[in-house]
Nanobody, 121 residues
Framework: QVQLVESGGGLVQTGGSLRLSCAGS?????MAWFRQAPGKEREFVAF???????YYADSVKGRFTMSADSGKNTMYLQMNSLKPEDTARFYC??????????????????WGQGTQVTVSA
């Protein structure tokens, strides 16, 4: 059974930075970050395999960077140049025994509890 635990959210001013962590246990081939703002659907943010292959949503390219530490079974999302529109609850997700990339939330079987990111104007 895969378990995912996010941490690192908080309140930051526009232009600031935060680093989110997702600590995993179990068979994890890759992780993805999604976010959900109030009243909106959960959307794809970033994806990474342990070998460093990454994919990003267009809205975060050049600002967010995902990295992996296989020794700690943990992946990170470094978020720079944050904007108020980045305010959301961020979730870590993983597929069951698969490292195939997907932007679709319905393709991910395992989810963390989420961590709140709030960017003030």
């Amino acid at each position: 059974q895969v378990q995912l635990v996010e941490s690192g959210g908080g309140l930051v001013q526009t232009g600031g930075s935060l680093r989110l962590s997702c600590a995993g246990s179990g068979d994890i081939y890759a992780m993805a970050w999604f976010r959900q703002a109030p009243g909106k659907e959960r959307e794809f943010v970033a994806f990474s395999r342990w070998d460093g292959t990454t994919y990003y949503a267009d809205s975060v390219k050049g600002r967010f960077t995902m990295s992996a530490d296989s020794g700690k079974n943990t992946m990170y999302l470094q978020m720079n140049s944050l904007k108020p529109e980045d305010t959301a609850r961020f979730y870590c997700a993983s597929k069951k025994r698969s490292g195939l990339f997907s932007r679709a939330r319905e393709h991910y079987e395992y989810w963390g509890q989420g961590t709140q990111v709030t960017v003030s104007a």
